[in-house]
């Protein structure tokens, strides 16, 4: 019972419980019983959603106004939001996917705000965070994974992009056909699997935050009829723990929107890295460069050589 | 770029992705009973789409370009300030070196000059100094002569005068004795005698 009250307050419904006596029931959109008979409607998250856009617009829009024509901003207020975008631009774009790093930028800016704005919303009270969703943060990740399969294709080509999920080995050809055959479909469904996990992180994350939050608050109600001293011990014990724990979650909050925004990068200077390296290598011997180099190199010829014929075929 | 396939593939990408979901799903239906943390949603997750998507074009117009331009017109910006400070103070150092360097110049020339007008000033005294000398000397020549003159006049003065008395008195001695011709023969003797006896 204790459990299941404390879930009906962390979950995403129709029905927004602030008490028993208060609840806002979000109207009907469609069916009640498409798709999975749980109704198909505006959700309490959908709602939270939408206000988290609005507040980033709200301080995002005003302040490229004042920015844009590379005047610093003035103020704490201006200063603090600016902080965040040249923090992700300066510290993860530009170090993790290195050239071009300003192509990405904006959905590494729009990722990393609309993560952390849903996560402090679960910190104010009767609202909720949209990132306890595993519906939310599946589609933030496979935005991510969009984001990557896109670019590589775009900027390096299909085959390009395609030949990046093949390890690079120093082997006879014989013997890497094979390898290929088993370790491509394991690269391939790697960043299929990486992009998952990004999203079960984030939703585990504040998920289990907010139900542990709500499992603490709920033993006050557990106790209620079991006298003073109880009661009161109960009571008092829980909101420490608890104020206690939602500064550890305001840690998690910007935690695990850094991480996200932080893995997307990562994910991206990795396939963007290998997809380049691909497609170079066939220029390089298609323009016979690949042999000079080997000539070159004298003693390691040995070594570079089947590295050659990997870019050939 | 062939866009239908791209469009395809990322269609099973995200098939890929919902499967998994979408059994989890399906396998809490049939457990029933207690909720599900990990239960799918497609209202909230089109929901998502929607929202993400559009925030995202929102901002790309209306926030991330201008911001974007912004923040590498601040870059610019600062890399040409730096670059002009630096070549500032370049110059400043070029200056500065330029400037020791003639100050040092200046100091090595002082000696000399000092020099040179310590030799002038002493060439100048001993000038004035022989100059006042040799003047000094000129008017001590001029005077002797004047006084040897004066001394030669007032003797040829006083011989004459002697000898005119010497005359006087002979005659009053002698009378009209001698004539004139022994009488100057007499003056004669006398005079070469007085004059000898004066220069002995």
């Given at each position: 019972m204790l459990f299941a009250d404390a879930f009906s307050h962390v979950l995403d419904t129709m029905d927004w419980h602030i008490s028993d006596w208060l609840h806002w029931h979000i109207p009907m959109l469609g069916s009640h019983s498409w798709p999975q008979g749980k109704g198909f409607g505006l959700t309490k998250y959908c709602v939270l959603m939408t206000v988290a856009a609005v507040l980033i617009c709200w301080v995002y829009i005003p302040l490229a106004k004042k920015i844009r024509t590379g005047e610093a901003p003035t103020g704490l207020f201006w200063n603090f939001f600016e902080f965040i975008l040249t923090f992700i631009r300066d510290n993860i774009a530009k170090p993790y996917i290195g050239k071009e790093a300003d192509r990405y930028v904006p959905y590494l800016w729009?990722?990393?705000?609309?993560?952390?704005?849903?996560?402090?919303?679960?910190?104010?009270?009767?609202?909720?965070?949209?990132?306890?969703?595993?519906?939310?943060?599946?589609?933030?990740?496979?935005?991510?994974?969009?984001l990557i399969t896109v670019s590589s294709i775009m900027r390096f080509g299909w085959k390009a992009h395609l030949m990046s999920f093949a390890p690079h080995m120093d082997m006879p050809l014989a013997m890497?056909?094979?390898?290929?055959?088993?370790?491509?479909?394991?690269?391939?469904?790697?960043?299929?699997?990486?992009?998952?996990?990004?999203?079960?992180?984030?939703?585990?994350n504040v998920f289990a935050g907010h139900m542990v939050l709500a499992t603490i608050l709920l033993f006050i109600p557990a106790v209620k009829h079991t006298g003073e001293g109880l009661f009161w011990g109960v009571t008092v014990a829980s909101v420490v723990v608890v104020t206690a724990m939602s500064l550890l979650e305001l840690f998690v909050a910007f935690l695990q929107a850094y991480l996200f925004t932080f893995l997307t990068a990562l994910f991206l200077g990795g396939v963007l890295e290998h997809a380049e390296h691909a497609a170079h290598g066939d220029h390089h011997h298609d323009a016979g460069e690949e042999d000079v180099h080997v000539h070159a190199e004298g003693g390691t010829a040995h070594a570079h050589g089947p590295s050659a014929h990997h870019h050939h075929h | 770029?062939?866009?239908?396939?791209?469009?395809?593939?990322?269609?099973?990408?995200?098939?890929?992705?919902?499967?998994?979901?979408?059994?989890?799903?399906?396998?809490?239906?049939?457990?029933?009973?207690?909720?599900?943390?990990?239960?799918?949603?497609?209202?909230?997750?089109?929901?998502?789409?929607?929202?993400?998507?559009?925030?995202?074009?929102?901002?790309?117009?209306?926030?991330?370009?201008?911001?974007?331009?912004?923040?590498?017109?601040?870059?610019?910006?600062?890399?040409?300030?730096?670059?002009?400070?630096?070549?500032?103070?370049?110059?400043?150092?070029?200056?500065?070196?330029?400037?020791?360097?003639?100050?040092?110049?200046?100091?090595?020339?002082?000696?000399?000059?000092?020099?040179?007008?310590?030799?002038?000033?002493?060439?100048?005294?001993?000038?004035?100094?022989?100059?006042?000398?040799?003047?000094?000397?000129?008017?001590?020549?001029?005077?002797?002569?004047?006084?040897?003159?004066?001394?030669?006049?007032a003797l040829k003065e006083m011989w004459e005068q002697a000898a005119h008395l010497a005359t006087l008195i002979s005659a009053k001695a002698i009378g009209k004795a001698l004539s004139d011709e022994d009488h100057r023969r007499l003056l004669d003797e006398a005079m070469v005698e007085i004059r000898q006896s004066s220069r002995n």
């Open positions: 729009t990722v990393f705000l609309f993560v952390l704005t849903c996560n402090l919303l679960g910190m104010i009270p009767f609202l909720g965070s949209p990132t306890a969703s595993f519906s939310v943060t599946l589609v933030l990740a496979t935005g991510t994974y969009i890497k056909i094979p390898l290929w055959m088993i370790l491509w479909p394991i690269e391939f469904m790697g960043l299929l699997l990486k992009c998952f996990v990004l999203a079960v992180r984030l939703f585990a | 770029m062939n866009r239908k396939i791209l469009l395809g593939l990322l269609f099973i990408v995200a098939l890929l992705l919902i499967a998994p979901a979408a059994l989890l799903a399906a396998d809490e239906k049939s457990g029933g009973g207690s909720p599900n943390p990990m239960e799918w949603r497609f209202d909230t997750a089109i929901w998502a789409i929607v929202v993400f998507v559009l925030l995202l074009v929102i901002l790309r117009t209306s926030a991330w370009d201008p911001i974007l331009e912004g923040l590498q017109k601040r870059e610019e910006t600062i890399r040409a300030s730096i670059e002009d400070a630096k070549k500032a103070r370049e110059e400043m150092a070029q200056m500065k070196a330029d400037f020791d360097r003639e100050l040092a110049e200046a100091h090595q020339q002082i000696p000399k000059l000092m020099e040179e007008a310590r030799k002038k000033a002493e060439d100048m005294t001993n000038e004035m100094r022989a100059k006042a000398a040799a003047e000094i000397q000129a008017e001590r020549e001029r005077l002797r002569h004047e006084v040897e003159i004066a001394k030669d006049q």
